[in-house]
């Protein structure tokens, strides 16, 4: 799918539900806050060309969701987001945009299965101008809860990144299957499994002839303080991930999540491993 037919998905979507006036809407207004570290930011191979490092995540989401009738809902939000690298400045970035879905319930009650249909396009700018440009993604989603406890979604994916260097130009499709157990009425513990294929970005310090061979494109920068070369080449992916969602109030909440990415092509493979903890408030 083009990236101009996403814009033109999303913008339906959103005059769609803003020229609705029947149904029952309201405010949507989320906020949060939190750090990561990842073991492998540069996505290399070589033990000697890993780089590491911690960042601050901040995150905001400002809309509202629309009942157009008892089984189809509405939802539209605008979007704005930002990271902050410690030791690597040219990785941090912002991302605004917009994100429109619809959700079909077959059935009353909070155990009929449900269908999604969600479309985002978003502007992403980095401390390495690079990789300035467009993010889009799209995902259908069936969920059921099959006890009262137990969720399980499984969504297919397809995403797109449009960068000033064509070097980052990332496109992937793939799918994901999530269960989710309320361990209490405040707790909630998740279970992710990501599969992904598509564009991929690994650096390594040159020469490195064999990825060459693999690419798709390269280009030389200085991102980790010394000549790298970053490489677009097509890979599988798959994450693991595993969180625990605690409710600490009515408005306020926090997660911990550790996910695992492993990616591979040919000969060429490398790890991420990646621990989130985040604070959330809804209005």
């Given at each position: 799918m083009g990236d101009f037919l996403w814009l033109m998905v999303l913008i339906f979507l959103a005059a769609s539900g803003g020229l609705t006036t029947t149904g029952r809407a309201d405010w949507i207004r989320d906020f949060s806050l939190g750090g990561s570290y990842n073991d492998n930011i540069s996505n290399s191979q070589r033990g000697a060309d890993v780089r590491s490092d911690w960042s601050s995540v901040a995150t905001a989401r400002v809309g509202k969701f629309t009942q157009l009738s008892e089984a189809l809902r509405f939802t539209f939000t605008l979007d704005l987001a930002g990271q902050l690298w410690m030791d690597y400045p040219d990785l941090n970035n912002f991302e605004t945009g917009g994100t429109a879905a619809l959700r079909w319930r077959f059935g009353l009650g909070a155990m009929a299965p449900f269908l999604r249909a969600e479309v985002s396009a978003h502007y992403a700018g980095f401390g390495q101008d690079?990789?300035?440009?467009?993010?889009?993604?799209?995902?259908?989603?069936?969920?059921?809860?099959?006890?009262?406890?137990?969720?399980?979604?499984?969504?297919?994916?397809?995403?797109?990144?449009?960068?000033?260097?064509?070097?980052?130009?990332?496109?992937?499709?793939?799918?994901?299957?999530?269960?989710?157990?309320?361990?209490?009425?405040r707790t909630q513990l998740t279970l992710d499994y990501t599969y992904r294929y598509g564009a991929v970005i690994s650096y390594a310090v040159p020469p490195r002839?064999?990825?060459v061979a693999l690419a798709n494109d390269r280009v030389a920068l200085n991102t980790f303080g010394q000549p790298?070369?970053?490489?677009?080449?097509?890979?599988?992916?798959?994450?693991?991930?595993?969180g625990l969602n605690q409710a600490l109030t009515g408005n306020l909440g926090c997660s911990c999540r550790y996910e695992r990415w492993e990616t591979s092509r040919s000969f060429l493979q490398y790890t991420n491993n990646v621990f989130i903890l985040s604070f959330r408030l809804s209005l």
């Open positions: 690079v990789q300035n440009g467009g993010r889009y993604r799209g995902a259908i989603t069936l969920g059921k809860r099959l006890t009262e406890r137990l969720e399980v979604q499984a969504a297919f994916l397809l995403d797109s990144a449009q960068a000033e260097s064509q070097v980052f130009d990332q496109k992937g499709i793939g799918f994901v299957l999530r269960a989710a157990f309320d361990l209490t009425n002839p064999d990825i790298y070369v970053a490489y677009n080449l097509d890979a599988t992916t798959q994450g693991f991930a595993v």
